[in-house]
């Protein structure tokens, strides 16, 4: 909640910590010290700051150095335990859901992606400005007419024609697509059919990207539609590793999974707006907090909050110990977001007529998680994952 300065209030130390389970404890001490000090960050500069951008739409580009500065941009390729990047993706989605996409997407699918599938001159060519944020890339696959069935439907083309591959086509939705150095575009190779990946430099002819607007939530994300009208890139601007979809396989798992730390952080993020507000508000000459049925809103919340984190950190240790599948991957991912959704609208009505605008932040969280709950494979798609890998019928179609 902010006071009448803008300020975010920041808890009372006397209350406990949202995190009654202990799960935070369980990072080795370094990490430990190391999450503590960006949360602090976190919370005190960018949660606040996030607001006005949510409202305007506009992306912050004023906060790229402080988020480098915690290491935000380089967290895949840093050495950081599975446990380590997922708690950060947690603390920076507690404090805003929007930059937490953008370090996600930023670490999982882009740096992620040039680091294992590229070759030796992409890495040294993008890696040392991705690592600090002086360069964005934009993961480009979702198309306008193919979303849930990218991965059989895409029609975006490339052609090797002459030393250079011509790519034709439209992508969707796009991250930072208007904003980014390049775009990791998604293609399906005219010769042999398969989807590969390219790196497309958004300054290249053809290229255009335009922003999409109003949307009710990811505000400060700059999502795109983009045409790729005859676009050409050298030969070597596709990833080496990314020959066809399979390629890509381990990533976008992982890039799956990473929706549920954001699952897992807005709602402790509802819980740490929604017990502010119980503690402060008064009706009835007492505060909500002493009013049995906001005490089970908020236990509720807490419950919800914590068994997606305990998901997520199971999942980091399947992902550390190599056991990760698609199909624990879409579990986490479809079961955290779904609880988000109702975290987020019980923090939503424990705050009344408040809870509808963004004065009081939870009304900015009730509309992000509904991107959670759609992009990275929407709740219903996670779902058909799940069954299929536990009755060995696909229901897809
Ligand atoms: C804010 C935002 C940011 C995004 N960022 C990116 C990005 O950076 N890069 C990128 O490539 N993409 C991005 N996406 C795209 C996202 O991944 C897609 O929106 C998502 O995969 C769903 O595709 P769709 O919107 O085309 O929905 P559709 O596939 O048209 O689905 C519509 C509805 O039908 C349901 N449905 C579809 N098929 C089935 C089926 N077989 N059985 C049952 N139900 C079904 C879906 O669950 C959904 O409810 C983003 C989306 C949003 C909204």
């Known amino acids: 909640m902010q006071d009448q300065n803008g300020t975010v209030k920041v808890r009372d130390s006397a209350i406990p910590e949202a995190d009654l389970m202990g799960m935070i404890g369980l990072l080795p001490a370094a990490e430990h010290a190391r999450y503590l000090a960006a949360r602090e960050v976190l ?5 606040p700051a ?22 935000l941009g380089e967290l895949q390729v840093d050495g950081s335990s599975q446990l380590f990047k997922g708690l950060m993706y947690f603390e920076v989605a507690r404090a805003d859901v929007s930059l937490s996409a953008l370090v996600g997407i930023h670490n999982e699918l882009i740096v992620g992606m040039i680091d294992r599938l590229g070759s030796p001159a992409q890495r040294e060519r993008w890696l040392p400005g991705l690592r600090t944020f002086q ?11 193919h979303g ?12 090797l024609i002459d030393g250079e591959w011509v790519i034709h086509g439209a992508k969707r939705w796009i991250g930072s697509g ?72 381990e990533l976008l798992r992982d890039s799956r ?57 199971q999942f980091a240790r399947m992902q550390e110990s190599g056991t990760a ?20 609208a019980q923090g939503r009505a424990l705050l009344g007529g408040n809870g509808v605008t963004s004065d009081y932040e939870m009304a900015k969280l009730f509309g992000d ?29």
């Open 43 to 47: 919370q005190r500069r960018i949660r």
């Open 50 to 71: 996030s607001i006005d951008y949510w409202n305007r739409e506009e992306f912050p580009h004023q906060m790229l150095p402080g988020l480098a500065a915690l290491g």
């Open 135 to 145: 360069s964005l890339g934009a993961f480009a696959l979702t198309e306008p007419e």
């Open 148 to 159: 849930s069935d990218i991965a059989g439907g895409l029609a975006t083309s490339a052609e």
């Open 178 to 249: 208007t904003i980014a150095d390049f775009a990791l575009v998604w293609a399906r190779d005219k010769a042999d059919q398969q989807i590969k990946g390219f790196i497309v430099e958004t300054d290249r002819p053809g290229y255009s990207a335009t922003k999409i607007e109003h949307k009710m939530g990811l505000r400060i994300m700059q999502n795109a539609h983009i045409r790729l009208d005859g676009v050409r890139v050298p030969a070597d601007n596709l990833l080496p590793g990314a020959v066809n979809f399979a390629a890509a396989n």
């Open 257 to 313: 999974a990473w929706v549920g730390w954001q699952a897992a952080g807005i709602q402790f993020g509802a819980f740490d707006i929604a017990r502010d507000y119980a503690l402060e508000r008064f009706q009835f000459g007492r505060p909500l907090a002493k009013f049995q049925l906001i005490q089970l809103s908020l236990a509720e919340i807490l419950g919800n909050a914590s068994a997606s984190l305990a998901l997520m950190l």
């Open 325 to 344: 599948q698609m199909a624990q991957a879409a579990m986490v991912k479809a079961t955290t977001t779904r609880l988000a959704r109702e975290s987020v």
């Open 369 to 397: 998680a509904e991107i959670l709950y759609s992009y990275e494979g929407t709740y219903e798609i996670n779902s058909l994952i799940v069954a299929r890998a536990m009755t060995g019928l696909g229901a897809f179609v």
